[in-house]
């Protein structure tokens, strides 16, 4: 810096002013920096957001990735040893991933990692990430852009665009955004089918998918008072572009000789339907009663094409062609009451899910049977749990029951075989406590497993005439 100068100025006039150079020698810097806290808190691992490093981190994803037990890949998150998480903001649960780089870091109170989901959530659900925001105050307009540039061997793009509008308890809400993504897979399968000759199958597959996605939310919150507050959002997205090609080589022996060499191309074209998603929520107290409501509603579809040129060296060539015609549908609503009892907390819930999804499939040459099946589920479920905090530790005791009704019906005719009910009653006992420095927790859950949509889908993907990939 510079020594002060001190002049007398009796007119306009005060001519040049000389600062003469004053360093000084500083003995010693301390650079402090507050670092994100993680603790124990009932059945969560609680990381502090606000006043830490990640509240500079970016967006809600960039956050996820830095969280202590989460992995991050680009737009997906996995949770050491559980698979991945299902992610609720403000207890509202997020079913499109691009909600999070709406978020904002600095607009993050902290983020909560259940390993072990208790009642309040589903049986299939191993972990649960919570996130809560922090109020904002001030009226006005806000925008936020954010590019994301990723490289491997081929180049993913995502670009967004995000406005609000804040005046008093009134939040409103919108955004844009756009997907470049590109896959590829190589992979080599060689099967052996052991029957009265021994057939050996030996394919080398390589990939290529390539998909652009135009995405977009509006809607609004609005908060009464600081315990009471409603919200609805509304979400479209759509696919311009949903290409991929198949190249597949075939070596095909019998008993240890030669039988066939087959050369595959197929090229498929995805034309996506408009996704649409409405959700609503209501969060409120009425005197010790707290109330958490959501209800969904989700619709997708898409028609996917398929044209197989097949070269053989010892058969006549073939085309196949074929195509997949998809449609689904989801309503669920889910209410949760908890109210203060013997020192802690009791919470009773329900959920009510419905889900409806047509997949035809249609092979022109008939070398695959061409298929319509429809599928119908209904979930109900009700839940009870109790969490309290005693000298020794925290522990929670809760109990889930679900009911599963699933049809399935293949030509307009319902197949027993594959159709199916479930009543099943899912206890859960967690306690968590120190022992000096360390914090450690014990806990019992059961859980079940289901099978996807997909791994039950009608659609085929042909790979050769030996081989067919199908759900």
């Known amino acids: 810096g510079y020594a002060t100068t001190y002049k007398e100025c009796k007119d306009r006039n005060i001519g040049t002013i000389l600062l003469h150079s004053d360093t000084q020698l500083l003995g010693e810097v301390v650079v402090k920096g507050n670092l994100p806290v993680t603790r124990m808190k009932g059945d969560a691992l609680v990381t502090s ?21 989460i992995l991050k890949d680009k737009d997906s998150f996995e949770v050491f040893g559980k698979g991945t998480p299902l992610i609720y903001i403000n207890g509202r649960e997020v079913r499109d991933k691009s909600e999070l780089e709406q978020l904002s870091s600095e607009d993050i109170k902290h983020v909560e990692l259940i390993t072990n989901p208790g009642a309040r959530y589903d049986a299939t659900v191993n972990a649960v990430v919570r996130i809560q925001t922090i109020r904002r105050t001030g009226d006005g307009f806000g925008f936020n852009l954010n590019s994301s540039y990723y490289q491997s061997e081929n180049v993913d793009l995502v670009e ?8 008093n308890g009134l939040d409103m809400f919108a955004m844009f955004r756009y997907d470049k993504m590109e896959f590829r897979e190589r992979t080599n399968v060689h099967q052996t089918l052991i029957s009265k000759k021994q057939l050996d199958l030996e394919n080398q597959l390589k990939y290529n998918d390539n998909k652009q996605w135009l995405r977009g939310n509006i809607g609004m919150n609005y908060m009464f008072d600081e315990n009471n507050s409603i919200g609805i959002k509304y979400s479209i997205q759509g696919s311009p572009r949903y290409d991929s090609k198949l190249y597949t080589t075939s070596k095909v022996s019998l008993d240890g000789k030669v039988f ?8 498929s074209e995805t034309d996506n339907e408009l996704n649409h998603q409405l959700n609503a929520y209501y969060t409120g107290r009425v005197g010790n009663l707290e109330i958490d409501f959501n209800a969904d509603y989700y619709q997708s579809g898409y028609l996917q094409e398929d044209i197989t040129g097949e070269e053989s060296e010892e058969q006549e060539d073939r085309d196949v062609h074929a195509a997949s015609d998809v449609a689904n549908n989801l309503a669920a609503a889910k209410l949760v009451l908890s109210y203060p009892v013997w020192k802690g907390k009791f919470s009773v819930g329900g959920e009510w899910t419905y889900t409806h999804r047509k997949d035809n499939y249609l092979n022109v040459e008939n070398y695959v049977p061409s298929s319509n099946s429809k599928m119908n589920e209904m979930n109900i479920t009700a839940f009870a749990e109790y969490s309290r905090s005693i000298s020794i530790g925290d522990f929670i005791l809760g109990a889930r029951y679900e009911q599963i009704k699933f049809d399935y019906y293949k030509d307009d005719l319902h197949i027993d075989d594959q159709s199916r009910s479930y009543d099943n009653i899912y206890p859960n006992v967690s306690f968590n406590t120190r022992i000096g420095k360390v914090k450690t927790q014990i806990s019992y859950t059961v859980k079940t497993q289901r099978p996807s949509y997909r791994l039950l889908s009608n659609s085929s993907l042909y790979i050769d005439r030996f081989s067919i990939q199908q759900g």
């Open 160 to 167: 967004q665009a995000d406005v609000n509008y804040r005046h």
């Open 49 to 69: 957001v606000q006043n830490s490093v990640l509240a500079k981190a970016g967006s809600a994803n960039d956050v996820l990735g830095k969280v202590p037990g």
């Open 260 to 267: 066939d060499r087959l050369q595959n191309f197929t090229s």
